[in-house]
Nanobody, 123 residues
Framework: QVQLVESAGGLGQAGGSLRLSCAASGRTFSSYAMGWFRQAPGKERLFVAAIHWSGGSTYYADSVKGRFTISRDNAKNTVYLQMNSLKPEDTAIYYC????????????????WGQGTQVTVSS
């Protein structure tokens, strides 16, 4: 079992920045690839970013590429999502998730999920 707890998201302004963190406990965090997903009201949960267990490879949705950065600190069992140049359309509930093996974009392949944290971006 892996338990994931996201930090409070918060309110940001368009053009501003926010950073999310997700703390993991339970089984060996460093053996899991980690992903971030988001879900806007009335929409499906979409892939945002993912990172290899080593931190050596990262993947991004086109909508956030160049603005968001995923990183991890295996010594702290934590994965981060740095969000820059925020847009109102980034408003959503953000979820971190863990998958054994290589990072993937398909949410159905992730085994463990955090409870989600609200991010709201005002224009």
């Amino acid at each position: 079992q892996v338990q994931l707890v996201e930090s409070a998201g918060g309110l940001g302004q368009a053009g501003g920045s926010l950073r999310l963190s997700c703390a993991a406990s339970g089984r060996t965090f460093s053996s899991y690839a980690m992903g971030w997903f988001r879900q806007a009201p009335g929409k499906e949960r979409l892939f945002v970013a993912a990172i290899h267990w080593s931190g050596g490879s990262t993947y991004y949705a086109d909508s956030v590429k160049g603005r968001f950065t995923i990183s991890r600190d295996n010594a702290k069992n934590t994965v981060y999502l740095q969000m820059n140049s925020l847009k109102p359309e980034d408003t959503a509930i953000y979820y971190c998730a863990a998958v054994s093996g290589f990072p993937v974009v398909n949410r159905n392949q992730y085994t463990y999920w955090g409870q989600g944290t609200q991010v709201t971006v005002s224009s």
